[in-house]
Structures are given as structure tokens and as C-alpha cells.
């Protein structure tokens, strides 16, 4: 069993930065792929960006490319978006998601969710 857990998340003006942390609990967090997902108020749940287990390969969304960076240390089973340039568009609650693995687009394990903010 993972656990995972966001923090990180707030109010921002646009063009602002955020960085969002994701907290691992359980064994063996470099066998995960981690990944970012989003989803904004009456819209589904989107991904945002990955960072696969095994070469260590990311993935983004068109929408946060050049904009957003994911990152991972695995010695403190932590995984980082790192945001730029926000937009009102970005605004949205931000989920930590953890694959087996995979490349992390489809998880078996969710954070609860930190909100993030843009205002114009």
C-alpha cells in the first residue's frame, strides 16, 4: 500500500510559480512511476505530467509543456511539480498519483488533492 501526500498548493497571480511536493509512504518508491494529475471545477480529471520508474522518462501535457517540470528524489520518496507562468487556465486541484511499474498515466494509488489558484 502507498500513501501519498501533496502539499504545496495555493494562491498565485498569474504568471506566478508554485511548487507542489508529493510525499511517499510504503515500500520500494522507486518501483513507482509518479505523476501529476489535475482536475478543475466541473471538468474531468486530467494528467498533467509523469515520470516514469525505471529510465526516469517525462511526460507532459501539451497545455503545461515548457511551463511545468516534474521531478523526483528518490532518496526522500518525494515527487515535485515545479510550475511557471500559471495561468488562470491552471487553476485546479492538483492529485499525486503513483503507478507500479508503468509511466504513470494510469495510477493504482491518489493523493487527496492540494489546490492550486491563478488569479488574473
Known amino acids: 500500500q502507498v500513501q501519498l501526500v501533496e502539499s504545496g498548493g495555493g494562491l498565485v497571480q498569474t504568471g506566478g510559480s508554485l511548487t507542489l511536493s508529493c510525499a511517499a509512504s510504503g515500500p520500494t518508491f522507486a518501483n513507482y512511476a509518479m505523476g501529476w494529475f489535475r482536475q478543475a471545477p466541473g471538468k474531468e480529471r486530467e494528467f498533467v505530467a509523469a515520470k516514469s520508474w525505471s529510465d526516469g522518462s517525462t511526460y507532459y501535457a501539451d497545455s503545461v509543456k515548457g511551463r511545468f517540470t516534474i521531478s523526483r528524489d528518490n532518496a526522500k520518496n518525494t515527487v515535485y511539480l515545479q510550475m511557471n507562468s500559471l495561468k488562470p487556465d491552471d487553476t485546479a486541484v492538483y492529485y499525486c498519483?503513483?503507478?507500479?511499474?508503468?509511466?504513470?498515466?494510469?495510477?493504482?494509488?491518489w493523493g487527496q488533492g492540494t489546490q492550486v489558484t491563478v488569479s488574473s
Open positions: 498519483a503513483a503507478e507500479k511499474y508503468g509511466l504513470g498515466y494510469v495510477p493504482d494509488y
